[in-house]
């Protein structure tokens, strides 16, 4: 299973790498905001309750589990870059905007796994 997680922690890193940048590059004239990092929490916080609700009513295999939940929502969110992310915006005196992304990131992150695990 081991492989599975780690298959799928490659896609997911790939793709959090190649979004973030797509995002990043088309806000980047208008926000001093992380939106790449900020959009790819919320979306893989959804996509990891909507996987874990199929897991645990018995609608996908554990290896699917491994694969797509542990592996490619594992590494498609990122805790490391949030925090980064955060410490660059209080560092640069941008106190306001890093309470406004921890804030946002939590609550709607917390609101989007729920929102995924419910549908």
């Known amino acids: 299973m081991i492989w599975l997680i780690g298959v799928g922690g490659s896609l ?7 979004l973030g940048k797509f995002i990043n ?4 004239r208008f926000s001093l905001f992380p939106t790449g990092t ?5 979306t893989g916080s959804f996509l990891l309750g909507f996987i874990a ?12 589990w491994f694969l797509l939940g ?5 590494a498609y969110t990122t805790f490391s870059t949030f925090g ?4 660059t915006l209080i560092g640069s005196g941008k ?3 890093a309470i406004i992304y921890v804030t946002t990131s939590v609550f709607l992150g917390g609101i989007s796994a729920t929102i995924g695990l419910i549908i």
């Open 95 to 97: 106190i306001k905007i």
């Open 25 to 28: 590059k088309k806000v980047q």
């Open 70 to 74: 542990v592996g490619f929502c594992g």
């Open 53 to 64: 609700n199929l897991h645990l009513t018995h609608q996908i295999h554990d290896s699917l």
């Open 12 to 18: 997911g890193a790939a793709t959090r790498f190649l």
């Open 38 to 42: 900020w959009v790819i929490n919320i």
């Open 84 to 87: 980064y992310e955060t410490i």
